[in-house]
């Protein structure tokens, strides 16, 4: 019923800017919280910002002063702006979406975000 379409990965040179796109469709639940999150081959998968409802947003350490999530609540998608990139933030990038009174969220596909040095 719930579809989560993900865009914009790339392969990239480091100090690159990349913008990703995850666009929520088929749901009539309230959206409580949007983020992304990433994970590298062989690595755990982590947190990497997330924003409410409100507009509230954090961001994880590795992260912070280089990329910035936003979200557009009429169209229900969330975009991470990606700046001064770094070979390590080389992994697939997951879009996820809290639903107001759901226990359970929803991910995307994933999109391969790939930084050269």
């Known amino acids: 019923q719930v579809q989560l379409v993900e865009s914009g990965g790339g392969l990239v040179q480091a100090g690159g800017s990349l913008r990703l796109s995850c666009a929520a469709s088929?749901?009539?639940?309230?959206?409580?919280?949007m983020g992304w999150y990433r994970q590298a081959p062989g690595k755990q998968r982590e947190l990497v910002a997330t924003i409410t409802g409100g507009g509230s947003t954090n961001y994880a350490d590795s992260v912070k002063g280089r990329f910035t999530i936003s979200r557009d609540n009429a169209k229900n998608t969330v975009y991470l702006q990606m700046n001064s990139l770094k070979p390590e933030d080389t992994a697939v990038y997951y879009c996820?979406?809290?639903?107001?009174?759901?226990?359970?969220?929803?991910w995307g596909q994933g999109t391969q975000v790939t930084v050269s040095s």
């Open positions: 088929g749901s009539i639940f309230s959206i409580n919280r």
């Open positions: 996820y979406v809290d639903w107001v009174g759901v226990a359970a969220g929803d």
